[in-house]
């Protein structure tokens, strides 16, 4: 089993930036392709971003590719999701999510975090 818990939601005006992080325990994560969803009011899960093992190959959805950038620390279990130039549309709890294929939808990843809020003020 891995737990995965979000944290470095808030508050944030449009144009500004914030940093989620996402540690994992449970068992080590270096194996897996992590990933960030995220999810509106009334809206579905949608996918942000994955990074896969290697640290190599890394996968954007449209709307936040050139903004976000995600990363990993293999060695503190522990992935990230940097996210600049925040849009009012950018609101949204942030998931964080493990052992999934790289674009894979909500339902083909296995492990969740509770999730941390992402609010931005226009």
């Known amino acids: 089993q891995v737990q995965l818990v979000e944290s470095g939601g808030g508050l944030v005006q449009a144009g500004g930036s914030l940093n989620l992080s996402c540690a994992a325990s449970?068992?080590?994560?270096?194996?897996?392709?992590m990933a960030w969803f995220r999810q509106a009011p009334g809206k579905e899960r949608e996918f942000v971003a994955a990074?896969?093992?290697?640290?190599?190959?890394?996968y954007y959805a449209d709307s936040v590719k050139g903004r976000f950038t995600i990363s990993r620390d293999n060695a503190k279990n522990t992935v990230y999701l940097q996210m600049n130039s925040l849009k009012p549309e950018d609101t949204a709890v942030y998931y964080c999510a493990a052992n999934g294929p790289p674009y894979g939808s909500a339902a083909q990843y296995r492990y969740w975090g509770q999730g941390t809020q992402v609010t931005v003020s226009s």
């Open positions: 990074i896969q093992w290697n640290f190599v190959n890394t």
């Open positions: 449970g068992r080590t994560i270096s194996g897996y392709t």
